[in-house]
């Protein structure tokens, strides 16, 4: 994981953790550091959705608990594809379409289910890319899903191995710590296309 910069010194990276079941079965736990030292705006935006502090406009909490990982991207994918699925506003700047064995998996659609969803803690549908310093040069990075720039809202993905043609499309604001192998249980889960065939929820979430 590259980066151009150090990140904000004194400043503690929260740690946060997902308990995820596979139809009804419990997969494991996976905990992630934040970034707040360098994406401090995209990582509260983040922990908060797994604290469920932020409240919705009938006052309950909302965020990540019971919500689902809805894509899986694994198998036979190409470049030029998995990036028109983040990308859908554009064709991009692609020149290759090389095969690539895996990609990621992606969540936090906690308002629809399906990715169509977009929330965040600061009033607005969406918030601006914070930086792109951090680059997606290896597996197990939390990045944000977008809809083009400047369109973070809630949903996020961890790459399952590097993928260097998001850099400077998507940020970067964490990394799983421990519980890897329960990403790679949810990549390896049956899907129908990409939708996993049996739901992956999030029981359970919060700040360790």
Request: hydrophobic letters at 50%.
């Given at each position: 994981m590259a980066d151009d910069g150090a990140g904000t010194p004194g400043v503690v990276n929260p740690v946060?953790?997902?308990?995820?079941?596979?139809?009804?079965?419990?997969?494991g736990r996976i905990k992630m550091e934040l970034f707040a030292d360098n994406t401090p705006k995209t990582a509260e935006n983040f922990r908060q959705y797994c604290t469920g502090e932020t409240k919705n406009a009938q006052g309950y909490p909302q965020g990540y608990k019971g919500s689902k990982f809805h894509r899986v991207v694994s198998g036979s994918c190409?470049?030029?594809?998995?990036?028109?699925?983040?990308?859908?506003?554009?064709?991009?700047?692609l020149i290759q379409s090389r095969q690539i064995?895996?990609?990621?998996?992606?969540g936090g659609d906690f308002l629809n289910g399906d990715g169509t969803g977009s929330a965040c803690i600061y009033g607005t549908k969406a918030f601006a890319d914070e930086n792109f310093k951090l680059k997606h040069d290896t597996a197990g990075l939390l990045s944000m899903a977008n809809s083009g720039p400047n369109s973070n809202g809630c949903q996020?993905?961890?790459?399952t191995v590097p993928t260097p043609f998001l850099n400077n499309k998507h940020v970067i604001f964490g990394k799983v710590v421990d519980g890897m192998d329960v990403v790679r249980k949810v990549e390896n889960t049956r899907t129908r296309g990409e939708k996993p065939a049996t739901d992956v929820v999030i029981a359970q979430s919060g700040e360790m």
């Open positions: 946060v953790f997902f308990d995820l079941v596979l139809g009804g079965e419990p997969l190409s470049v030029a594809l998995c990036y028109f699925h983040l990308h859908r506003w554009g064709r991009g700047n064995k895996d990609f990621m998996i992606q996020f993905f961890i790459t």
